[in-house]
């Protein structure tokens, strides 16, 4: 793991309207990292995420990614850059094909017609077979499972440095969950950067590196999570 995280978000305060959602949120992520975000509903953690991909402009704090400041760039530059931000509900393209879906991935990243766009594709392929198996058939006749799997491979197409997921396991089967979330595990052990949004607070425990629990828009408690997993009740009380 490299000690310069390649995410630093330094005490945010975020506002929707006149409603402050975010209170000096810190936190980071280095390359080869899991970091997980466990919080209830409304406790903030997509605005966090908006924040950082910054599509919502915080009212204090910075946040640096790879060496610049992400407020002073364009959403979508960020994601050439390497930042990229898998939404909840997934948001693939239903009337699509499979392929098609990953074909949109890779055009972001600018692979299409290289030999890095087949690695890339076979690559995929291999995490989650079923997209092989399934990538003729249009992307909306997929299982929620099967969508989410495509959501992440769709990401890993456009060659993230930093990939953030929002509650990639909403709606979906517990095994289906460990296979989604040991993929993510994988990738942290590859080298990327992996910041996961999550409610499955125990799930999200089991891979990550290091967790923080949002409540209230303010970070309560943070650390290895390991440890945090220790004290299940806890969590679990946070969580509400
Ligand atoms: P969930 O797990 O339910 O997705 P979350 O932790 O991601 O929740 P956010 O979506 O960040 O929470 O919302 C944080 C708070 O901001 C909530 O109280 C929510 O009602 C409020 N909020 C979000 N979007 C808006 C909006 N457009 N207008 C007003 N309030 C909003």
Redesign the pocket.
Known sequence: MSSTPLLKVDAIDAS??A?N?LHGVSLSVASGELVTVI????????????VISNVLKPRAGQVEFDGVSTTEVDAYRLARRGLIHVP?GRQIVPTLSVYDNLIIGAECSEIVNSDDFIESLEREYSRFPVLRERKDLAAGSLSGGEQQMLAVSRALMMRPKLLML??PSLGLAPQIVRIILNALRQLADEGIAVLL?E?VAMAALSVADNAHV?RN?KIALSGTASDLRRDQALIESYLG
């Open positions: 929707i309207g409603i959602i919080g209830a509903n409304g406790a903030g953690k997509t605005t966090l995420l908006r909840q929002d509650e949004i409610q949002l828009g």
